[in-house]
C-alpha cells in the first residue's frame, strides 16, 4: 500500500512493525513515517535515480548492503 501511493519508508526495522490484534490478528501494520519520501512524480514516473552517496538515512544496523554502498 505503501508504494502504491508513490512513497518509500526508508527506515524500515523490527519496531516498525506492528500485528493486529483481537479484529485483525492477521493484519500486519507499519509504522514510523517520519523519514518516507516520495519516489513517483505526479504523471507515475520515477524521481531521477542517484547514487555515489556519501550518507544514507535510517539505522544503519538495517540497511542494504546497496545502501552502504551508496547505491
Do not use: C, Q, W
Not at 1 to 21: A, C, I
Not at 35 to 59: C, I, Q, V
Request: overall charge positive; glycine content about 8%.
Amino acid at each position: 500500500m505503501v508504494h502504491e501511493k508513490g512513497y518509500v519508508h526508508r527506515d524500515l526495522r523490527p519496531e516498525h512493525f506492528l500485528y493486529g490484534r483481537i479484529n485483525r490478528p492477521k493484519k500486519l501494520f507499519i509504522t514510523g513515517f517520519s523519514m518516507a519520501k516520495k519516489y513517483m512524480r505526479s504523471d507515475n514516473k520515477h524521481l531521477d535515480y542517484r547514487d555515489n552517496r556519501l550518507s544514507f538515512t535510517g539505522t544503519a544496523r538495517y540497511l542494504s548492503l546497496n545502501a552502504h554502498m551508496g547505491i
